[in-house]
C-alpha cells in the first residue's frame, strides 16, 4: 500500500484550513479508500489568526494530522522545504490550503505515476481568471523573459501543486540552497514530468498573500537564483559604451585638426554624464542583487526554525 504525504504551507488560514480538511477527506475516501493511506503535514508558517488553534483541533481528531509551527513566517518556500523533509511517504504532494490546488486531481497524479511510470506530475492553471489584469501582464513578461535568460526551464502559470516519488523529493531536499525558487529547483532535478492543466481557481476564503512588491521581489529572486544573463548584459553594456567612447574620441580629435575647437557642448556633456551614471549605478545594482544572495547563502542560516510540532506535548 502506497503512502502520500499532503504538505499543506499555511500563513493565515484558519477559515480556509476547516473547508481544505473536509474537501481532502472527502478525495481521499472517495478515490483511495483501499489504495493508498494519507498523512496530513500543515506547516504553519508564522500565522497570527488561529489557524495553528485549528490545526491542532484537526489533530485531536485526526490521527492522520501531523503539524510543524514556525517561530515566525519564514515564507511559502521555506514552509514547503520544512513539509518535505518532515514527510513520510512514499509519495508526496504539495498543496495550498485555499483549495486553489484541486485535491480531486490528486488520483488523475497518482494514476500518473503508478501506471504511466512518471516521477513527478506537475499542474498549471491554462486561466489567469480571477486576477486583475495587471498581474497577469507581468507574470507572462517575467516568464518571457526569464526563460530567455535560463537555461533552466519555468513554464508559465505553473503551479507548487505536484505529485512527486520520493526520490525526487530527496533530490529536491538535496539542494540546500537558502534562496529558494520551487519552480527552478523543480526544473533543476529533472525527472519525467506529466503536466496537468486546469482552469484557475478562486481561494475559497481568507485572501491572498502576495502584494505586488511581493511578487516582484520573488521574480527577482528566481532571475538571480537562475540565470546570470544580467551579469554578462552590464558587461555588454559596458563595452559598448567604450567602443562609442572612442569613435566619439576620434570623431572629436578630427573635428578639432580640420575646424579648431572653441569651448563648447556644455549641455551635451552634462547629459552624457548623467546617462552614463546611470547606467553605471544600474549595473552595479544588478551586481548587488547577485552579491546580496551570495551574502545570504554564505552565512548559513537555517531555511526555517521549528517553534513546535505535533510530537511536543501541548
Ligand atoms: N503561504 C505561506 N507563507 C507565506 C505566504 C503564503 O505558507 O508567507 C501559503 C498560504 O497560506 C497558501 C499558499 O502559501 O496556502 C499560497 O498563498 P496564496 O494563496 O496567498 O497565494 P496565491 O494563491 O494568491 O498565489
Ligand atoms: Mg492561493
Known amino acids: 500500500m502506497d503512502k502520500i504525504s499532503v504538505i499543506v504551507s499555511c500563513y493565515n488560514e484558519e477559515k480556509a484550513l476547516p473547508l481544505f480538511y473536509e474537501e481532502m477527506e472527502r478525495v481521499r475516501k472517495q478515490d483511495f479508500e483501499n489504495l493508498a493511506e494519507f498523512e496530513y503535514i500543515f506547516v504553519n508558517d508564522g500565522s497570527k489568526d488561529k489557524t495553528l488553534a485549528e490545526i491542532k483541533e484537526l489533530r485531536n481528531k485526526d490521527e492522520k494530522v501531523r503539524y510543524i509551527s514556525f517561530s515566525r513566517n519564514f515564507g511559502k518556500e521555506a514552509a ?22 484541486p485535491p480531486a486531481l490528486l ?48 513554464v508559465d502559470g505553473a503551479r507548487d501543486y505536484r505529485l512527486m516519488t520520493r526520490q525526487v523529493v530527496d533530490s529536491i531536499l538535496s539542494l540546500k540552497e537558502y534562496n529558494r525558487y520551487s519552480k527552478g529547483l523543480f526544473s533543476f532535478v529533472g525527472f519525467d514530468t506529466k503536466w496537468i ?15 505586488f512588491w511581493k511578487l516582484f521581489k520573488y521574480a527577482i529572486e528566481g532571475i538571480t537564483a537562475f540565470s546570470t544573463t544580467p551579469l554578462i548584459l552590464s558587461s555588454l553594456i559596458g563595452l559598448l559604451f567604450c567602443l562609442v567612447a572612442f569613435i566619439a574620441i576620434i570623431f572629436i580629435i578630427v573635428r578639432t585638426l580640420i575646424f579648431g575647437d572653441p569651448t563648447s557642448g556644455w549641455p551635451s556633456l552634462v547629459c552624457i554624464i548623467v546617462f552614463v551614471s546611470g547606467i553605471q549605478l544600474f549595473t552595479i545594482g544588478i551586481i548587488g542583487q547577485y552579491l546580496s544572495k551570495t551574502y545570504l547563502e554564505v552565512k548559513k542560516r537555517p531555511i526555517y526554525i521549528v517553534k513546535e510540532t505535533e510530537q511536543d506535548k501541548n
Not at 124 to 152: C, D, H, Q, W
Open 107 to 154: 488520483k488523475q497524479m497518482y494514476d500518473a505515476i503508478k501506471e504511466q511510470g512518471y516521477d513527478t506530475v506537475a499542474t498549471r492553471r491554462v486561466t489567469r481568471k480571477g486576477e486583475p489584469p495587471i498581474r497577469s501582464f507581468f507574470a507572462r513578461l517575467f516568464y518571457k523573459i526569464i526563460n530567455k535568460m535560463s537555461s533552466i526551464e519555468m
Open 80 to 101: 514547503m522545504y520544512a513539509g518535505l523533509e518532515a514527510s513520510t511517504g512514499n509519495l508526496v504532494t504539495l498543496m495550498d490550503a485555499d483549495l486553489q490546488d
Open 197 to 211: 492543466e486546469y482552469e484557475n481557481v478562486e481561494r475559497v476564503a481568507g485572501e491572498t498573500k502576495w502584494s
